[in-house]
């Protein structure tokens, strides 16, 4: 501590400057992350009976409804996969994404205390859920892949691909969940929103279905939601190649989630000087 | 010492909104209110209520200094803009004007046990609280046994903190933040949460960081003892403004001063016991030396007491009294004006009684008062207890305000239960 007198301050905070550095912060908060995290999982099954076991009960009971309405009421096409399988391909990444977006759109709202007592990079909030939607995708991860071993559906290089559709949904579920979370300081309006966009998404997303069932004038317009190319990846490269994808629709729904991300980081700090002094 | 914080005329502002109790808004509210303003546009004018809109400075043109290993004092009314002023320098807010220079890693406590989940055991919120504050993960494993130690929680760290005493819920959320490796240190009214003995363990905690490792400590308190015994500046915040701005003792001398409203105090609104046929204790007013309102005194310095009272009915033998009691209620002192030979026959009117105190015997720390009034010399008439309390200051032997060890002392037995100062001669010789 033998600085010379007028060595320079290592930070200056004026009006108009977004607040500090903000990449070296984030890394220097990096363990936040997984704090935030690590509490939002522990916290999650405390006091409940069956604890985890919800995390594999959840996605079972909605594939057997989702096939029994799908598959067996309305007969649609299994594209050459049994159609458990099929609905369960599309339900690991929409899961992930609809849970990491609602949470990570009131992680804000719901770290108030923390936002309005203590500095630390916000940005850190939304995206440790991720994190949580991650844990949970694991989960059933493993669920499918019993499921998968059953009809005989076994890992191929196809799965290599996997961890870019995630991506994918990562992206579209964070990009989104940043513009909500900002909004949501500010508007509590958005808390009546987002469970119906998630909602609505369930039924514009290709979940419970094969997207080949979209005529094909309306495929581009489809692919707008980004969702629909990471699914449809993650059926492709979880049945080995054997249902279809199509290039222009993965293109398209990347290009959308990569600027939901970009768009939705750019909303979220020029919101979050204020955030302290609305929340 | 080189200048770690600087400020420059340095200002925030909020938005106030007057119409809606919930601070949140929501879209309709604004798409209404865009309507509301056009109608009221056109229907105002006849001196209606201005809504909405109205700007607030919590804070304006705030500059000042803070050296390396400072520990400077932020005193002030509610409402002064103390707190924002730390949110500013932590980073949660951004200011409306002005700039902040800072050096060196900021820690904070602005309250007690922030991010502290109740569910979680206190050895999982040690390392959640930590990474919230900025600690890694190494760094808290390397401390752990140090703020396990300072919070005295051992026993007790692997259970849910929701079921910790508020006193160990405390302790641990102080522990934690002391034991950050910060350059400066801000600290806003934590400690009235926590007991007397935890109180002078933070503050010896925080002389130690300070003088030891060069930490700069900005504290805020209502508590003039606690600021007088931690720290070597003050400044005095009044609706935003700095008012006040040096050494600890002129500071806090400015502020009891300045809350002046305090020091004279409406008692038709307190409870009152007695009879009250024929009196009626109306106003309390507390005064210095130099007779100017004030409720902070300075150990050994006198004070001066002005008891306003309604005399209903004619009266005979009068005794007006005022009664000094601990924090705790128990009675230390008694004033009586019977005693000191004021006995006096009243007709119906309003009347003041003053009593002069030469010197404050107390220890430093608050006390509370009360007033009673008998007439025809038994009758307890009207009798009212807490009507405010006074804060003492200690002051060291010489009469100037104490920075010494000799202070600490003081406020170690007046802790400990013994409120009462009275001056003792020393001498001392060699035995056989």
């Known amino acids: 501590m033998t600085e010379s007198p007028n060595e320079p301050f290592d930070l200056v905070i004026e009006p108009r400057q977004s607040i500090g550095h903000f990449w070296r912060e984030l890394w220097n908060y990096r363990e936040l992350f997984y704090y935030l995290s690590w509490r939002d999982v522990l916290v999650r099954y405390k006091q409940t009976l069956v604890g985890v076991l919800w995390s594999v009960l959840r996605p079972l009971l909605t594939m057997l409804v989702f096939t029994f309405i799908f598959g067996r009421l309305a007969k649609l096409p299994a594209e050459g996969i049994p159609y458990p399988a099929l609905v369960f391909c599309g339900m690991l990444p929409w899961h992930f994404f609809s849970g990491t977006l609602s949470e990570s759109s009131n992680s804000l709202v719901g770290n108030a205390n923390l936002i309005s007592k203590i500095y630390f990079p916000r940005l850190i909030v939304p995206v440790s859920t991720l994190l949580v939607g991650l844990v949970d995708f694991l989960i059933s991860f493993v669920i499918l892949l019993g499921l998968l071993g059953w009809y005989g559906l076994w890992p191929d290089w196809h799965w290599l691909a996997l961890p870019f559709f995630l991506l994918l949904a990562a992206g579209a579920a964070l990009g989104a969940g940043l513009w909500f979370a900002a909004w949501n300081v500010k508007y509590r309006d958005f808390r009546y929103v987002i469970p119906f966009v998630v909602q609505f998404g369930l039924y514009v997303s290709p979940v419970g279905f094969s997207s080949t069932i979209m005529p094909a004038p309306w495929r581009l317009l489809y692919a707008l939601n980004p969702m629909v190319g990471a699914i449809d990846g993650f059926r492709w490269a979880l049945s080995g190649g054997r249902t279809a994808i199509d290039p222009q629709t993965l293109l398209i729904s990347t290009a959308v989630a990569l600027f939901l991300l970009v768009s939705g980081l750019a909303h979220f700090r020029r919101m979050e000087r204020e955030f302290a002094d609305v929340i | ?432």
């Open chain 2, 1 to 432: 010492m080189n200048t770690v914080i600087r400020l420059e005329s340095v200002g925030k502002k909020y938005r106030l909104r007057h119409q809606q109790a919930v601070h949140y808004q929501t879209l309709r509210e604004v798409i209404g209110r865009t309507w509301k303003g056009l109608g009221s546009r056109l229907v105002r004018r006849q001196g209606q209520k201005r809504m909405t809109r109205e700007d607030f400075w919590a804070l304006q043109d705030i500059s000042f200094e803070i050296r390396q290993g400072e520990r400077l004092g932020i005193i002030g009314r509610n409402g002064a803009g103390k707190s924002t002023l730390l949110k500013l320098l932590s980073r949660i807010t951004s200011p409306t004007a002005g700039r902040i220079l800072l050096k060196g890693r900021v820690g904070s406590l602005l309250e007690v046990g922030t991010g502290f989940h109740p569910e979680l055991t206190g050895r999982e919120n040690i390392f959640l609280n930590g990474a919230i504050l900025g600690m890694g993960r190494s760094e808290i494993r390397r401390k752990l046994d140090e703020i396990v130690a300072f919070a005295e929680v051992d026993r007790f760290l692997d259970m849910p903190v929701k079921r910790y005493s508020s006193g160990m819920y405390v302790r641990l959320a102080f522990a934690v933040a002391a034991h950050l490796d910060s350059d400066i240190l801000l600290i806003d009214e934590v400690l009235a949460v926590g007991d007397m003995g935890f109180q002078r363990k933070c503050i010896e905690k925080m002389e130690k960081i300070s003088s030891g490792e060069g930490t700069t400590i900005l504290f805020v308190s209502h508590n003039m003892s606690l600021i007088s015994s931690l720290c070597s500046r003050a400044i005095l915040l009044n609706a935003g403004r700095i008012e006040s701005a040096g050494d600890v003792a002129s500071t806090i001398r400015a502020y009891s001063v300045d809350i002046s409203t305090r020091s004279s105090i409406d008692m038709t609104q307190l409870p009152h016991y007695g009879t009250r046929e024929h009196i009626f204790t109306r106003r309390l007013s507390l005064f210095n030396a130099e007779k100017i309102p004030c409720s902070t005194f300075v150990m050994g310095m006198p004070m001066v007491a002005q008891i306003e009272f309604a005399c209903l009915k004619r009266i005979k033998d009068v005794e007006v009294g005022l009664k000094i009691s601990s924090i705790n209620h128990a009675a230390i002192h008694y004033f009586s004006s019977s005693w000191e030979g004021l006995k006096q026959d009243l007709e119906p009117g309003i009347y003041v009684y003053e009593v002069t105190i030469p010197e404050i015997l107390l220890f430093p720390g608050q006390y509370i008062l009360g007033t009673w009034i008998l007439r025809d010399g038994c009758w307890s008439d009207d009798h009212v207890q807490g009507i405010t309390a006074i804060e003492v200051l200690g002051r060291d032997i010489t009469g100037n305000f104490a920075r010494h060890k000799i202070k600490n002392t003081f406020e170690k037995y007046a802790h400990s239960g013994g409120e009462v100062y009275l001056p003792s001669r020393w001498r001392f010789w060699r035995g056989e």
